[in-house]
């Protein structure tokens, strides 16, 4: 129990870094570009009505999610996020800070951040920049074929993999 909580302090004092991030750049920055800054919150709590194995989701985007693990819930919520960001917000460029990313931690460990991108150009921007900033960043490969892990009999996708390449 104790992990867990220390777990959900990690999740949340990285919503309130963003949140002070974003106040700092509605505040002090002279953006010549709009920012926008999409929070995906949602809780993983035991309940009568919470998601179970088989359970079958519409996205915001339409698309169907068949539910194997109830612990990847942050990836539901974010997937209507990034959805969000394109279609609603306009957004052009997406940096997304998220904390489900567990697996990621796995392959590298606290100290390097894992990078998922298909552009190269926005992955040797982000990389000067977490230079400049003194973090470490390490671009993951976005193999076609980890998309098999994803395939569902019952939905358009699985809301997770396997455990080989899980964080991709």
């Keep these: 129990m104790q992990a ?4 959900l302090t990690y999740d949340v004092t990285l919503y309130h870094a963003l949140l002070h ?4 750049c509605a505040s002090r920055c ?4 709009q920012v926008h800054f999409i929070i995906a919150a949602c809780e993983n709590m035991v309940h009568g009505k919470g998601l179970r194995p088989g359970d079958v989701l519409k996205s915001a985007h339409g698309k169907t999610v068949e539910v194997n693990n109830t612990d990847a819930e942050g990836r539901l919520t974010l997937a209507d996020a990034l959805w969000y960001a394109q279609e609603k917000a306009g957004a052009t460029a997406i940096v ?9 931690i ?8 894992g990078l998922f991108t298909p552009s190269d150009a926005m992955a040797a921007g982000l990389a000067a920049a977490s ?3 003194g973090e470490k960043l390490w671009r993951m490969p976005m193999e076609a074929s980890y ?8 939905a358009d996708m699985k809301n997770t993999g396997g455990r080989a390449g899980g964080s991709i």
Excluded: H, Y
């Design 106 to 113: 796995i392959a590298l460990g606290g100290e390097v951040a």
């Design 21 to 24: 991030i974003s106040w700092g």
């Design 96 to 104: 997304d800070i998220a904390t489900l990313t567990g697996a990621c």
């Design 30 to 33: 002279a953006c010549t570009s």
């Design 131 to 133: 230079n400049a900033a």
């Design 147 to 154: 998309a098999e892990q994803l395939k569902s009999s019952v």
């Design 4 to 7: 867990a909580r220390q777990a």
